[in-house]
């Protein structure tokens, strides 16, 4: 397995598979890998010929007071898992070469982006996107591997790829839980034992929510409340319950077509997310 540390190095490992008609799948992350980035990495690789994994805290899509330097990392255990999952080769630029002191040019998807987790998170698609699609130009990926855990952030890169003619296929991939039912995120390492105990209510009310849209139930409401009042009473602290079509992200009253149930909430200081697709 390479590891690819500077720009070159990426462009020339490019380049040299691109002239042996190799399909490069991408599977980029920001590291502290865990099952559902390995998972990605599995899919990636029965669809390609070569896999590149990206590792890299990318600082514009965290705000001023978010956990930029306190993100969980460690890129010899990454190293290892991705070895071990037969990656081909690893990519972990440093900051100041993937962004030059006066960068400018950004990618900006205006319309999914503006709710969810860009309402609670000024300027957090913005950097996903741009790091995205420098992440698309330098591995030359004809595919790339993107979980459902992060579904606006899915969503809004297939978008980002219809709208500029990226000639990359997005592949969604399935949401991994802990099976207690935690939805696998890096960082759930931030979490204390209470507040771990605290967290799985947010998938309890999830599963809840989701058996009773198999019942039948289509109004958004009694599918929220389900969910609003099971992280209540852990004492959790919630940012958005909501209901939102899957095309749009735009509130949906009554299922009635395919939609995206969407949590984010706080426990302790920790932000967590989680979904399901309603379908
Ligand atoms: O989902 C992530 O880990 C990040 O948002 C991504 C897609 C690697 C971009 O930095």
């Keep these: 397995m390479k590891i690819l540390r500077s720009i070159e190095e ?23 890998l ?8 599995h899919i990636a690789k029965a669809q390609s010929d070569r896999v590149i994994v990206s590792i890299f805290v990318n600082p514009a899509q965290f705000g001023p007071n978010e956990d930029l330097d306190r993100y969980p990392r460690d890129f ?4 290892r898992l991705c070895a071990e999952a037969g990656v081909d080769a690893v990519f972990y630029p440093a900051a100041t070469d993937m962004y030059a002191a006066d960068h400018s040019t950004w990618v900006l998807e205006d319309s999914l982006s503006q709710t969810l987790c860009g309402a609670s998170r000024p300027g957090h698609f913005r950097g996903v996107t741009t790091v995205v699609l420098k992440l698309f130009n330098l591995s030359g990926c004809s595919v790339a591997v993107f979980g459902r855990k992060d579904a606006q952030q899915a969503l809004i890169i297939r978008r980002m790829v219809r709208d500029l003619n990226v000639p990359v296929q997005v592949v969604f991939a399935p949401l991994v839980r802990e099976p ?21 209510s947010i998938s309890r009310g999830i599963f809840q929510a989701e058996e ?12 929220l409340a389900v969910v609003q009042e099971s992280i209540s009473a852990a004492g959790g602290k919630i940012d958005y319950v909501a209901l939102m079509d899957q095309d749009t992200l735009r ?20 932000r967590l997310i989680d979904n399901v697709f309603l379908e």
Aim: hydrophobic share 45%; aromatic share 6%.
């Design 76 to 79: 010899d255990r990454d190293e």
């Design 212 to 223: 009773r849209y198999r019942a039948g139930v289509r109004e958004a409401a009694p599918l």
């Design 251 to 270: 509130p949906l009253a009554v299922a009635d077509r395919p939609a995206l149930l969407a949590v984010a909430a706080f426990f302790g200081q920790t």
């Design 34 to 41: 865990h099952a559902g980035h390995l998972s990605l990495v």
């Design 180 to 200: 207690d039912g935690l939805a696998l995120s890096s960082r759930n390492k931030y979490l204390s034992p209470a507040e771990r105990q605290g967290a799985l």
């Design 10 to 32: 990426i462009e020339s490992l490019r380049s040299e598979w691109q002239s042996r008609n190799l399909r490069i799948a991408l599977v980029p992350t920001m590291g502290y």
